[in-house]
């Protein structure tokens, strides 16, 4: 009994202070639940197109490999990185990702971008990540958020991404 208070009271001083997260807007045209992706990406990985970076350092490698959904049917579907422009399998799907972006932030064109989106550098620990769900050239859902995360905290970016991701995509 002590050992799971002293676990829940550790675990609950670490993620007390490690980021800081808004979720500014969330649009959609179509509900699209984990359940969605649980059942169509469960043995293949959801194609994520990224532009920008969190912090100095940061690849796309990295950004694809800590990003899950939230607890829930979709926790375990994973993220393939692609380049803009790469051709996309299945129902042309893919998750467009843009951190820091630098002009037009809106779903209109999120989704036509067949090079890399304009960005600016990170400054520190802050930064703004576009999420939108791309279907071809047609956006299906978009969300806008505001982190400050520690550089190189790949915890709190896991934990920031899954707070938008979740609002994103409710599990019902």
Known sequence: ???????????TVLLAGCDDATVRFVGRRVLVTQEYFA???AAAALAIEIHGVPWEGATDGEIAGTLRMPQGPAHDVRFRPISPGDPVVGDNERLVLL????GDTGQANACKANQQRPTQPPTGSEFVVVVTL???EDWIVHGVMEADVETNDWLGYFLTMETLLGRMFPAK
């Open 39 to 41: 059942q169509n990406y």
């Open 134 to 136: 791309c279907r071809s």
């Open 1 to 11: 009994m002590v050992r799971s208070c002293l676990a829940v009271l550790c675990l």
């Open 99 to 102: 951190f820091n972006p630098a």
